[in-house]
Nanobody, 122 residues
C-alpha cells in the first residue's frame, strides 16, 4: 500500500485545516487507516483512525470534538478535518495503514505516508 499525504500549512489558532491521504496499491477494505502526528523532540502520537470497510472512527482524547476523520471510497482518500486548531497541534501529520486489527500504536501500522507539516501560530 502506498500513501501520499498532503494539505498541511501554516494557520492561526482557532482556524481549520483539512489534510488528505490518498491510498493505492492494496485492498483497502482490509485496512484501518490512521493519522499520527509528531512534534519536534516527541514521539509519534496517535490522533485518529477509521476502519475502511465500516467507517468506525476512533480519536485521541486531545482531539476529540475538534478533529474528524473520514474516508471517500471512490477517491481512495482519507481526510482529517481539524477545527479549532491550537499551537500544541503543531506537528508533522502522518497517515498510515494497519492490517493487524489494532490501531493505537505506531507499531500497529505497516505502511506510512511521508507526512505533511501543520503549523499553528499567530
Amino acid at each position: 500500500v502506498q500513501l501520499q499525504a498532503s494539505g498541511g500549512g501554516l494557520v492561526q489558532p482557532g482556524d481549520s485545516l483539512r489534510v488528505s491521504c490518498v491510498a493505492s496499491g492494496g485492498t483497502l477494505s482490509r485496512y484501518i487507516m490512521g493519522w499520527f502526528r509528531q512534534a519536534p523532540g516527541l514521539e509519534r502520537q496517535f490522533v485518529a483512525a477509521i476502519t475502511w470497510s465500516s467507517g468506525n472512527t476512533y480519536y485521541a482524547h486531545s482531539v476529540k470534538g475538534r478533529f474528524t476523520i473520514s474516508r471517500d471510497n471512490a477517491k481512495n482518500t482519507v481526510y482529517l478535518q481539524m477545527n479549532s486548531l491550537k499551537p500544541e497541534d503543531t506537528a508533522v501529520y502522518y497517515c498510515a495503514a494497519s492490517s493487524s486489527g489494532r490501531f493505537l500504536a505506531a507499531s500497529d501500522y505497516a505502511y506510512w505516508g511521508q507526512g505533511t507539516l501543520v503549523t499553528v501560530s499567530s
